[in-house]
Protein backbone atom coordinates (compact mmCIF):
# COMPACT_ATOMS: atom_id res chain seq x y z
CA UNK A 1 0.00 0.00 0.00
CA UNK A 2 1.03 3.36 -0.70
CA UNK A 3 0.47 6.95 0.62
CA UNK A 4 -2.07 7.32 -2.21
CA UNK A 5 -3.90 4.00 -1.67
CA UNK A 6 -4.23 4.78 2.23
CA UNK A 7 -6.00 8.40 1.53
CA UNK A 8 -8.54 6.70 -1.15
CA UNK A 9 -9.20 4.01 1.94
CA UNK A 10 -9.58 6.64 3.95
CA UNK A 11 -11.90 8.84 2.56
CA UNK A 12 -13.84 5.71 1.77
CA UNK A 13 -14.11 4.53 5.42
CA UNK A 14 -14.86 8.12 6.83
CA UNK A 15 -16.85 9.22 4.19
CA UNK A 16 -14.79 12.51 3.85
CA UNK A 17 -13.22 13.96 0.27
CA UNK A 18 -9.99 13.01 -0.95
CA UNK A 19 -8.27 16.03 -0.04
CA UNK A 20 -9.23 15.97 3.38
CA UNK A 21 -8.37 12.12 3.96
CA UNK A 22 -4.92 13.56 2.50
CA UNK A 23 -4.46 16.58 4.61
CA UNK A 24 -5.09 13.91 7.52
CA UNK A 25 -2.22 11.58 6.20
CA UNK A 26 -0.04 14.29 6.02
CA UNK A 27 -0.90 15.89 9.56
CA UNK A 28 -0.23 12.29 10.95
CA UNK A 29 3.21 11.59 9.17
CA UNK A 30 4.33 15.07 9.57
CA UNK A 31 3.28 15.36 13.33
CA UNK A 32 5.89 11.82 13.50
CA UNK A 33 8.61 12.95 11.65
CA UNK A 34 8.81 15.88 14.00
CA UNK A 35 8.47 13.48 16.93
CA UNK A 36 11.61 11.82 15.21
CA UNK A 37 13.11 15.01 14.56
CA UNK A 38 12.80 16.18 18.21
CA UNK A 39 14.35 12.73 19.13
CA UNK A 40 10.79 11.54 20.74
CA UNK A 41 9.98 7.52 20.44
CA UNK A 42 6.27 7.14 18.82
CA UNK A 43 4.93 4.15 20.12
CA UNK A 44 1.53 3.07 18.83
CA UNK A 45 0.21 -0.20 20.75
CA UNK A 46 -0.32 -3.35 18.56
CA UNK A 47 1.30 -1.73 16.24
CA UNK A 48 5.25 -1.18 16.98
CA UNK A 49 7.00 1.78 17.95
CA UNK A 50 9.44 4.20 16.25
CA UNK A 51 13.00 5.08 17.88
CA UNK A 52 15.71 7.35 16.33
CA UNK A 53 18.89 5.46 16.42
CA UNK A 54 21.93 7.58 16.85
CA UNK A 55 25.29 6.51 14.84
CA UNK A 56 28.71 7.66 15.05
CA UNK A 57 31.38 8.24 12.88
CA UNK A 58 33.70 5.48 11.13
CA UNK A 59 35.96 4.92 8.18
CA UNK A 60 34.30 3.66 5.47
CA UNK A 61 35.50 2.36 2.50
CA UNK A 62 34.38 3.57 -1.51
CA UNK A 63 33.37 0.36 -3.11
CA UNK A 64 34.46 1.75 -6.44
CA UNK A 65 37.91 3.07 -5.96
CA UNK A 66 38.46 0.97 -2.37
CA UNK A 67 39.41 4.80 -0.82
CA UNK A 68 38.99 5.25 2.74
CA UNK A 69 36.16 8.05 3.57
CA UNK A 70 35.04 9.32 6.65
CA UNK A 71 31.53 8.58 7.40
CA UNK A 72 29.59 11.38 9.20
CA UNK A 73 27.31 10.95 12.11
CA UNK A 74 24.01 10.22 11.80
CA UNK A 75 20.84 9.77 12.81
CA UNK A 76 17.81 7.28 11.27
CA UNK A 77 14.76 5.81 11.94
CA UNK A 78 13.72 2.36 13.45
CA UNK A 79 10.83 0.44 13.68
CA UNK A 80 10.07 -1.88 15.69
CA UNK A 81 6.81 -4.62 15.40
CA UNK A 82 4.49 -4.45 18.11
CA UNK A 83 3.67 -8.11 19.01
CA UNK A 84 0.28 -7.78 18.20
CA UNK A 85 0.87 -7.04 14.70
CA UNK A 86 3.85 -9.40 14.72
CA UNK A 87 0.94 -12.51 15.29
CA UNK A 88 -1.75 -10.66 13.19
CA UNK A 89 0.41 -10.63 9.61
CA UNK A 90 1.59 -14.62 10.46
CA UNK A 91 -1.64 -15.45 10.75
CA UNK A 92 -3.09 -17.69 8.05
CA UNK A 93 -5.72 -16.68 6.36
CA UNK A 94 -5.49 -13.27 7.36
CA UNK A 95 -8.57 -12.02 9.63
CA UNK A 96 -10.00 -8.52 7.95
CA UNK A 97 -9.85 -6.40 10.28
CA UNK A 98 -13.12 -4.39 10.74
CA UNK A 99 -13.01 -0.59 10.85
CA UNK A 100 -15.29 1.77 12.23
CA UNK A 101 -15.96 4.96 10.39
CA UNK A 102 -15.06 8.04 12.66
CA UNK A 103 -17.87 10.94 12.52
CA UNK A 104 -16.30 14.28 11.93
CA UNK A 105 -17.65 17.40 13.87
CA UNK A 106 -19.84 17.83 10.85
CA UNK A 107 -21.41 14.85 10.64
CA UNK A 108 -23.94 13.60 12.97
CA UNK A 109 -23.14 10.13 14.51
CA UNK A 110 -25.62 7.14 13.12
CA UNK A 111 -27.59 4.78 15.57
Not at 74 to 87: D, H, I, M
Request: hydrophobic share 30%; net charge positive.
Amino acid sequence: MNKSELVEKLSEIGKMTKKKAEDVVDLIFNSMIEAMQNGDRIEIRGFGSFVVKDYGSYTGRNPRTGQSIEVKPKKLPFFKVGKELRERVDEKPATPVAVQPVASKDQKPTP
